[in-house]
């Protein structure tokens, strides 16, 4: 058995497409601070493009999960901050990309006001687990 486990939709509650509406797990719990599109040596990526900015932080959710030896497969939590909600189908598109569709974490979208910088169209944060036995 999986040290994850998701349900998509419990006993009562619709099921949701994109996300599960429960995940649990066991193992060591790792935070992923929200990530904006910067490359490596702090350049924006995409400006006024929502699908290269998606990408973008996809990519730097990877690398930040690899640095606790966890993948897509570990995360059990999703926060998506978009400052137009038109933006979410770029962000599922990366998400679909990046995470299969049988391991779909519970997620929350919101749209705010501004993130910090005017430039940064979203900023997207992760909840993993990771088994004890991974480094």
């Known amino acids: 058995m999986s040290h994850v486990v998701r349900v998509r939709a419990p006993e009562g509650i619709a099921a949701a497409a994109g996300y599960s509406h429960t995940v649990w797990g066991t193992g060591r719990f790792v935070a992923i601070a929200g990530q904006v599109a910067l490359d490596e040596q702090g350049r924006l990526v995409g400006p006024d493009d929502p699908a290269a900015q998606a990408r973008q932080v996809f990519e730097n959710l990877r690398r930040c999960l690899a640095a606790a030896g966890a993948t897509f497969a570990d995360v ?54 990771v088994p004890e036995d991974r480094a």
């Not at 679909?96 to 501004?114: F, G, K, M, N």
């Open 76 to 129: 059990i939590k999703l926060t998506y901050y978009v400052v137009d909600i038109a933006h979410l189908p770029a962000v599922r598109a990366a998400r679909d990309e990046a995470i299969a569709a049988d391991q779909l974490p519970a997620s929350t979208a919101v749209q705010v006001s501004a993130l910090f910088a005017p430039e940064f169209l979203m900023e997207i944060e992760a909840w993993a687990v």
